[in-house]
């Protein structure tokens, strides 16, 4: 079946532009993830959905950043008058349910943002 | 914060030897912990998924322990291939927030053939 997408692959934009950012689930998972990985790191937790819901948003570094998922599927991240400091690789995971310890995260291929 | 460690940061192997990886974790209150597999310009793939309850998983020629009391995680990889050469990243989920995936920096792995 259709793993999770992301859209678009690649964005270059400029500092103080607004962006917006693409995940489609795999259909049929309730928990959403977003995160994001800057080079050589990590990924780092940004957000959470269940559902349409965010149920853990502790991760946005600051209000440029905001995500819906308004008919609890796909999803939209939100960028508001980027910095080259938001340059980084932007990765959706989904998972079927959430709190459930034997269920893994399932990525998608992610969206690399350049901001110059 | 729950910090996760990875050592070493970078590993070059010839062909066919066998090879652990190492992840640590702070906080031995977690929900469970993964080990993933990215390859460059690409998403992360699952490799084991190790519940806090289990010692160790395996699949093919990959086997991963989990000992939560002293907050390590070992990745072992069996007769490696080039095939293998990708970056390996450890994630734990907390068990007192349940939502928050801490992934450590990674181990850069080349399998020279």
């Known amino acids: 079946g259709a793993g999770v997408s992301q859209t678009p692959s690649n964005k270059v934009t400029e500092k103080g532009k607004y962006v917006e950012l693409r995940c489609d689930p795999i259909?049929?998972?309730?928990?959403l993830y977003w995160y994001r990985q800057s080079l050589g790191q990590g990924p780092e937790f940004l957000i959470y959905?269940?559902?349409?819901?965010?149920?853990?948003d502790s991760g946005l570094p600051n209000d440029r950043f905001f995500a819906v998922r308004p008919e609890g599927s796909v999803s939209t991240l939100k960028i508001q008058r980027t910095e080259r400091g938001d340059s980084a690789v932007y990765l959706c995971?989904?998972?079927?349910?959430?709190?459930?310890?034997?269920?893994?995260?399932?990525f998608g291929p992610g969206t690399r943002l350049l901001v110059l | 914060k729950q910090e996760v460690t990875q050592i070493p940061a970078a590993l070059s192997v010839p062909e066919g030897e066998n090879l652990v990886l190492n992840c640590s974790f702070t906080?031995?209150?977690?929900?469970?912990l993964q080990w993933f597999r990215q390859d460059p310009g690409k998403g992360l793939t699952s490799l084991l998924l190790?519940?806090?309850?289990?010692r160790e998983q395996t699949s093919g020629r990959l086997n991963a322990s989990l000992d939560k009391s002293s907050g390590r995680s070992t990745l072992y990889i069996a007769a490696s291939q080039p095939g293998d050469s990708a970056t390996y990243l450890c994630?734990?989920?907390?068990?007192?927030?349940?939502?928050?995936?801490?992934f450590g920096t990674g181990t850069s792995l080349t399998v020279i053939p």
């Open positions: 995971a989904s998972s079927p349910h959430s709190g459930r310890a034997w269920e893994t995260q399932y």
């Open positions: 259909s049929g998972h309730t928990a």
């Open positions: 959905f269940q559902g349409t819901g965010a149920a853990d």
């Open positions: 906080d031995s209150a977690i929900y469970n």
């Open positions: 190790i519940q806090s309850s289990q």
């Open positions: 994630a734990v989920r907390e068990a007192n927030t349940g939502n928050q995936f801490y």
